[in-house]
């Protein structure tokens, strides 16, 4: 059974730093590109960063670039997304994604919650 699960989600304050997991199992995790996406209440869910299956690539949404920075580890079947520099715009549940090619995505996690209080 393919599975992604997410941690760490909490409550933080502005300025403040937060780092998500994602583990996942049931698929060739080192074949997938992976990816995080966010959803705040009432919008659309959004792009955040994704990673190519080594790592060496690896694009940002602009209102994240040089705040969160993604990972990888391919010897634990997880990614990471280090938050810092928080703002409230960031509240939202997060969800990991993962793929056979970068950029398209379609196993998805249930979400962590992120909540930025200003």
């Known amino acids: 059974q393919v599975q992604l699960v997410e941690s760490g989600g909490g409550v933080v304050q502005a300025g403040g730093s937060l780092g998500l997991s994602c583990v996942a199992s049931g698929l060739p995790f080192s074949t997938y590109a992976m990816t995080w996406w966010r959803q705040a209440p009432g919008k659309e869910r959004d792009f955040v960063a994704d990673i190519s299956r080594t790592g060496d690539y690896i694009t940002y949404a602009d209102s994240v670039k040089g705040r969160f920075t993604i990972s990888r580890d391919n010897a634990k079947n997880t990614i990471y997304l280090q938050m810092n520099n928080m703002e409230a715009e960031d509240t939202a549940v997060y969800f990991c994604?993962?793929?056979?090619?970068?950029?398209?995505?379609?196993?998805w996690g249930r979400g962590t919650q992120v909540t930025v209080s200003s």
């Open positions: 994604g993962a793929g056979p090619q970068f950029g398209s995505y379609s196993i």
